[in-house]
């Protein structure tokens, strides 16, 4: 934790708030910028609750996962002077009430977007793309069309593309719909600004240009209401989003240059990758040398499919992994937090590679994804929080963790249930047999038949949702090209899931609840560990967003594009701060020599910090 001293940029933010100044943070890694955002927050409740309160207002801070909001509202006692949210429920639960403008949002400004850009794909020609781009507009026109006529309430669904006839917004219109809103209707500015006369907009960085500039425009005259904005351009690993951030004319930009959370060898090499923020060692750190080593390993030249690589090779990689591991004697220390490229490299190596497929191919939207990732999608809910800890407790032998399982999962058991009458003995000779009966059925069944076990026995709370796809016929084959099927994709997903049995669904639990050693890069960010390893290899991490061997080593490996440069750049900045002490990089590449002797050239790491396998 960073010490409780406040230092020279918490100073200057709560010298913004009491002049009611907006200002920007940007905040290195390790800076302690959540400890900043949460003593600026109480700042405010203690010299202005009182009169908020009275007032019926509210202190908004923005994040961008349920996890964070959860963190955030506990460090903060739960209080309900804050309203602590994610960006989509605070911009849909603002705009949603709204429904004229919001349908005379989509008529005038959204769906005329996606026809100019849907248009601009189109050069005439017979091309897919071409073709494509032609059948976009006609269905954007006749969508709009049907908007205009019937004029239907406007909500927000878990769809890949929008259906603008129904006026149901998927994720990305919900930003864009709400950002024009906001941006172009001076009532509801005011409205904002009245109602939360203090906005603060964690990862700042991760938000989109569009939401900057809405909520900008609430806070852009002097004094109340005021934006701050936390967050780190160098930190920026999204797509599409804002990377640097500015608030309104006449904010205060703020910078936190110390690192509490690394050694003195980690902020070397973290300096080398950026050049507006060099930071220095602070805090219990600040006398830990510690060590980075980079381990450099010969690829195996591509053989699979479109330069993949093939079963055998995949292998031979995961064998020079662990030589790594056995190298630096990091075999089996349960201090070491191994970061991969992708998940898809995890699930590979944990035994879940069928349903991180599944949830993330052609049947997946960003949402359902998204949600596959947090570990609450509405498919695999009930075997997270009820029917795995169910098995495993009842493998255990854990009579006492079955039992309150099922008190709070199960409609059965609870205390209005249909076991509401048996006595404690009774109860668990009753949750004895059900749970032995679900470990039974764990191996061999698929996953709907599992479900509909729970069901017929009231294991379960089935959601709605989850019941009408276990009642229903399964879809025909599913048509990439017909617009009804992409958007109804969710049902052959479910088809597909119920014919999985459960056997990667442990492992995929075990890595949730961060039983595993592993996480990737993404998912490790905000986190740190004492010892880390970040494996590199772009061939088994199967991506073009990203190149780690062209950005690192240009010469070796052909240059990066702009692209590329700048967001790999940025990855390897939140991947390699997460250590606390040690870094170990395994990087492959197909000429290790040459690659060991550009990285010295390039002034990344010194001829003593490489090594070779």
């Not at 996606?114 to 050069?123: G, L, R």
């Not at 603008?164 to 941006?183: E, F, P, R, T």
């Not at 220095?280 to 591509?302: L, Y």
Request: charged residues 25%; contains cysteine.
């Amino acid at each position: 934790m960073p010490d409780l001293k406040p230092t020279e940029a918490d100073d200057e933010i709560a010298s913004c708030i009491d002049g009611n100044t907006s200002f920007t943070v940007i905040a290195g890694a390790g800076s302690g910028k959540t400890t900043s955002l949460i003593e600026a927050l109480n700042k405010i409740r203690c010299a202005r609750g009182s009169q908020l309160r009275e007032r019926g207002q509210k202190v908004v801070c923005i994040t961008y996962t349920n996890r964070a909001v959860a963190v955030i509202s506990s460090r903060l006692g739960f209080d309900a002077l804050y309203f602590v949210t994610t960006l989509h429920g605070f911009l849909w639960g603002e705009v949603s009430r709204f429904q004229a403008p919001l349908r005379e949002a989509l008529v005038e400004h959204v769906i005329p977007g996606h026809i100019d850009k849907a248009q601009e794909a189109d050069n005439g020609g017979n091309s897919q793309r071409a073709i494509a781009a032609r059948k976009k507009v006609e269905r954007l026109q006749s969508e709009l069309a049907a908007l205009i006529e019937n004029s239907p309430p406007v909500n927000y669904a878990e769809t890949t593309a929008s259906n603008y006839s129904k006026c149901l917004l998927n994720h990305d219109d919900v930003i864009d719909v709400a950002s024009h809103l906001i941006a172009t209707k001076p009532m509801l500015q005011k409205g904002l600004g009245f109602k939360y006369p203090y906005i603060f907009v964690d990862e700042a960085q991760d938000t989109f240009p569009q939401v900057m500039t809405a909520l900008n425009s609430v806070c852009a005259l002097e004094g109340l209401p005021i934006i701050g904005y936390f967050g780190d351009p160098m930190q920026q690993i999204y797509d599409k989003r804002a990377g640097y951030f500015s608030g309104p004319e006449g904010s205060v930009p703020i910078t936190k240059r110390e690192n509490f959370r690394c050694s003195v060898s980690v902020i070397n090499l973290l300096n080398k990758f950026r050049g507006d923020v060099e930071q220095f060692p602070a805090g219990k750190n600040a006398d830990v040398e510690g060590s980075v080593e980079i381990t450099i390993a010969r690829a195996p030249d591509p053989e699979g499919i479109r330069r993949t690589y093939t079963p055998e090779q995949l292998d031979h990689v995961s064998g020079m992994f662990h030589q790594a591991l056995e190298n630096w004697e990091w075999n089996n220390d349960p201090a070491v937090k191994k970061l991969f490229l992708a998940r898809q490299m995890i699930a590979r190596r944990l035994n879940f590679s069928k349903l991180h497929r599944l949830f993330t191919g052609v049947y997946s939207s960003s949402r359902s994804q998204s949600d596959y990732e947090d570990g609450t999608h509405y498919l695999l809910k009930p075997f997270l929080e009820v029917i795995h800890p169910l098995v495993s407790s009842s493998t255990r032998g854990d009579s006492k963790r079955v039992l309150d399982v099922l008190r709070h999962g199960s409609p059965a058991f609870s205390s209005s249930g249909a076991n509401k009458e048996k006595s404690l003995k009774q109860m668990l000779n009753r949750a004895s047999e059900v749970s032995r009966q679900l470990s039974d059925l764990w191996g061999v069944a698929t996953t709907k038949e599992i479900l509909k076990y729970c069901e017929g026995h009231a294991l379960l709370s089935i959601s709605d949702r989850l019941s009408l796809q276990l009642e229903r016929d399964a879809r025909d084959d599913f048509d990439a090209e017909n617009e009804d099927h992409q958007r109804d994709k969710g049902d052959w997903l479910a088809d597909e899931f119920f014919k999985m049995d459960c056997r990667e669904i442990a492992p995929y639990a075990d890595f949730l609840d961060e039983n595993s050693p592993f996480s990737t890069q993404h998912g490790s960010k905000g986190e740190e560990y004492p010892k880390v390893l970040v494996m590199i290899d772009d061939v088994e991490a199967s991506w073009n967003t990203y190149s780690f061997g062209k950005t690192l080593t240009p010469g070796t490996a052909g240059e990066p594009t702009e692209r590329q440069a700048e967001l790999t750049r940025k990855l390897a900045y939140v991947c390699f701060s997460r250590a606390e002490i040690d870094l170990r990089i395994l990087f492959f590449s197909l000429d290790p020599e040459k690659a060991g002797c550009e990285l010295i050239e390039r002034g990344l790491f010194t001829k003593e910090q490489i090594s070779y396998i």
